[in-house]
């Protein structure tokens, strides 16, 4: 019960925008699911590593910018409540008139890090499920290992010290559009 309380407080004291976004995320994510190339990619039954390798690279290839609007789907999706401090930190850190650019410059660069790091997740988490997809139990195995492996290194907490970091934002000049762009990257990284 202390999850449910801890997620319900941080939704709670989200900004409406972010509330909105991330909704607008879920809905086009389960519409788009059931025709999209990530619902063709959730394989039920593999018959080895190869077949997977396959349908992966047919994805790829014919499918790109279907896959791509998936995954920014499920980055609208899961990302807002993520984001609520470091855009208030970028909306106050700069001028009036440069804040909404300012929030723009950051909500790209931090998207263009995520949708790097989907042309690497997804064919591996894809590849790791046609290896293990005789075994669902060792699948869960595996990702409890993983996460757990995740928990005790330096970089997890390098990733957290970066995430909690707000830089101070330049007001003027090329300074003040370049500044949420390296902000935003840094904390999508």
């Not at 757990?148 to 995430?163: D, E, F, G, P, V």
């Not at 003040?176 to 999508?188: C, I, S, V, W």
């Amino acid at each position: 019960m202390r999850a449910a309380a801890v997620a319900w407080h941080s939704v709670r004291h989200l900004p409406v925008p972010l509330q909105l976004a991330s909704l607008a995320g879920w809905l086009l994510a389960v519409l788009a699911e059931y025709k999209g190339p990530l619902a063709s990619l959730c394989l039920t039954y593999v018959l080895d590593a190869g077949a997977t390798m396959a349908r992966i690279s047919v994805a790829f290839d014919n499918a790109s910018p279907l896959l791509l609007l998936s995954w920014l789907c499920m980055l609208l999706a899961m990302m807002p409540p993520l984001l609520g401090s470091p855009l208030l930190h970028v909306w106050h850190g700069s001028l009036p008139r440069r804040r909404l650019r300012a929030v723009a410059l950051f909500v790209s660069s931090y998207t263009v890090v995520w949708c790097f790091a989907g042309l690497a997740l997804v064919p591996i988490s894809l590849l790791l499920f046609g290896l293990f997809a005789e075994s669902d139990l060792l699948r869960i195995c595996l990702g409890v290992v993983i996460a757990l492996a995740w928990q005790r290194t330096l970089m997890k907490r390098n990733s957290l010290r970066l995430c909690r970091a707000r830089p101070v934002l330049a007001e003027f000049d090329a300074k003040a559009e370049g500044d949420p762009l390296r902000f935003g990257a840094t904390h999508g990284i």
